[in-house]
């Protein structure tokens, strides 16, 4: 991962800026950072990040968050909220919803695909809500595609609840908490 870490540069995509070359093979997520990024950035809907080669500027990756929340009405019952939040908050701090960050979307170029950049992405995601964290976020969520469900898995993310389960992306969750110091 080192090696990952000084090979690339990891930036804030600008308003008005629009990358002209990217294909990961999933035209949503390709038609996302070639046209919609900067229109989701200037509507406050969420911000991207490119992730490029230092030597040749290629982005070959990005990813875009937005603020999210884990709350009473992601679940079937108030039962299942319940046991979702007792193990992790106590009394005192059991609210109807908790905040969060979302990942929106998460994509590497086909040419890069290969080389572990997924998983780097989401340690650094993770870091990132970590440290100075200036919002008071607890979970990073993600509504995965259900072919990639595994990838987000190996990287600690849970199902929230089985409700999704047939669904085109189920709604997985990290917490925070679980690397906080």
């Known amino acids: 991962m080192k090696q990952l870490e000084e090979s690339l540069r990891i930036r804030k995509?600008?308003?008005?800026?629009?990358?002209?070359?990217?294909?990961?093979?999933?035209?949503?997520?390709?038609?996302?950072?070639?046209?919609?990024?900067?229109?989701?950035?200037?509507?406050l809907l969420a911000v991207t990040y490119v992730v490029e080669e230092r030597e040749t500027g290629k982005v070959i990756a990005?990813?875009?968050?937005?603020?999210?929340?884990?709350?009473?009405?992601?679940?079937?019952?108030?039962?299942?909220?319940?046991?979702?939040?007792?193990?992790?908050?106590?009394?005192?701090?059991?609210?109807?919803s908790y905040p969060a960050g979302k990942l929106?979307?998460?994509?590497?170029?086909?040419?890069?695909?290969?080389?572990h950049i997924g998983s780097y992405l989401i340690?650094?995601?993770?870091?990132?809500?970590?440290?100075?964290?200036?919002?008071?976020?607890?979970?990073?969520?993600?509504?995965?595609?259900?072919?990639v469900i595994a990838f987000y898995e190996k990287n600690n993310f849970v199902k929230l609840d089985d409700e999704d389960k047939d669904a085109r992306t189920r709604l997985l969750y990290f917490d925070l908490n679980d690397i906080a110091d």
Do not use: M, W
């Not at 990358?19 to 046209?35: A, K, Q």
């Open 62 to 96: 990005y990813f875009s968050l937005a603020n999210d929340r884990i709350s009473l009405t992601d679940f079937h019952n108030k039962t299942e909220f319940n046991r979702f939040r007792k193990h992790r908050f106590v009394n005192e701090k059991r609210l109807k």
């Open 13 to 43: 995509l600008q308003p008005d800026e629009f990358v002209t070359s990217f294909n990961c093979g999933d035209e949503d997520l390709n038609n996302f950072i070639l046209n919609d990024a900067p229109l989701y950035r200037k509507a």
């Open 123 to 147: 340690d650094f995601i993770k870091s990132f809500f970590i440290s100075d964290n200036k919002t008071g976020c607890r979970f990073i969520t993600v509504d995965a595609y259900a072919d």
């Open 104 to 115: 929106c979307r998460l994509a590497v170029d086909l040419s890069a695909q290969d080389s």
